[in-house]
Structure formats: structure tokens, C-alpha cells
């Protein structure tokens, strides 16, 4: 009696684990359908090269890119809802079909665009806006970075709006910002 216990608790516990690597497998496989394992920076083996992401990244929203389809991936990364609200509360203009957008096709994207205040890693100037996205992936943050390219923007006339890209999707270190949003 005591062995048919002890395999009726083995057959349970094998179960178990059975039930638990299905839901894993389930899990994995909801992911790939959905292409977050997909990372074109790892195949190509750039992925830990923050100038080849930020090319990349430019060149991607660059409306005059070798890509050929105009400004569809620029309008693409200003719509995701929490960049969209935050161009919001800045008070950059909204898509609104009419006076909005429409014209994203003359905005000018450059990679690694360089200030007397440091070199940021892709700048966006559009209608006296411009939009800085600092791509970090393994870099610590420097001294003021952020608070200094608002002001290298502000000192040409643009309006800053100042993108935060990384990894992990943390916030930039306090010292880094400094009073930039």
C-alpha cells in the first residue's frame, strides 16, 4: 500500500510538471506569434552597439530613408500611447488628419547630430520642433546629458521634446534629466 502511495505521488507530481512546461511552452509560444523574440539588432549582430541601433533607428524613421515609404514608421513611433501622450503635455501638435501631420514628410531625422553640448543620438526637426531620442543599452548616463541637449535645442530656436530609449525601459538617473520631463 505504502509503495502504490508513493507512485500515485510521483504520477501526481510528474503531472504537475507536465501541466507547468505545457503552460511555458503556451507561453513561449503566444510570444514568437506575437514576434517579441524577433530582434533584427541580434541577428545582425549589433545588438550591444548603440551607434549601429541609433543609424538603424534613424534610418527607420528618416521619411527620406532607403526604405522607400516616406514618413509611415516616423507617424507609427509618434502614435504609441505613452510617447503620444507625452507629446501631448509638451504641446506638440496633434495628428488630427487636418492640420497635424500631414506634412511629417519634411521632417529631418539625423543620427548622432552633434551640439556644443554633446552628441545626441538621433535628433527629429520638424516645424521648429525637435524631437532628441537618447538610446541607451549599456552606457551609463553622463552628467546633465538630457538637461544639456534641451538646451542646446532651445538655444536654436527649436522646442525640445526629449525621448529616453532603453533596454530595460528605465527612467533616466535623476542627474541625467535634471528638470527635463
Do not use: L, S, T
Given at each position: 500500500v505504502a509503495e502504490k502511495s508513493l507512485v500515485e505521488e510521483s504520477v501526481a507530481v510528474v503531472r504537475t510538471l507536465l501541466a507547468d512546461?505545457?503552460?511555458?511552452l503556451g507561453a513561449i509560444g503566444e510570444s514568437r506569434s506575437?514576434?517579441?523574440?524577433?530582434?533584427?539588432?541580434r541577428l545582425c549582430k549589433v545588438d550591444h552597439y548603440e551607434n549601429a541601433h541609433s543609424r538603424i533607428i534613424a534610418e527607420f524613421l528618416n521619411p527620406r530613408g532607403t526604405h522607400g515609404i516616406g514618413d509611415v514608421f516616423l507617424r507609427l513611433f509618434l502614435r504609441q500611447p505613452v510617447i503620444a501622450d507625452y507629446l501631448k503635455r509638451q504641446g506638440f501638435p496633434e495628428d488630427d488628419g487636418f492640420h497635424g501631420w500631414e506634412t511629417m514628410e519634411s521632417a529631418m531625422v539625423v543620427a548622432e547630430e552633434a551640439f556644443p553640448e554633446?552628441?545626441?543620438?538621433?535628433?527629429?526637426?520638424w516645424r521648429g520642433w525637435c524631437i532628441v531620442i537618447e538610446n541607451k543599452i549599456y552606457a551609463a548616463d553622463q552628467a546633465r546629458q538630457l538637461e544639456r541637449y534641451a538646451k542646446a535645442v532651445r538655444r536654436t530656436g527649436e522646442?525640445?521634446?526629449?525621448?529616453y530609449l532603453t533596454l530595460g525601459r528605465h527612467p533616466a538617473g535623476a542627474d541625467s534629466a535634471g528638470d527635463v520631463e
Open positions: 512546461v505545457g503552460k511555458c506575437k514576434g517579441d523574440a524577433f530582434n533584427v539588432f554633446g552628441r545626441c543620438d538621433i535628433a527629429i526637426h522646442k525640445p521634446i526629449i525621448h
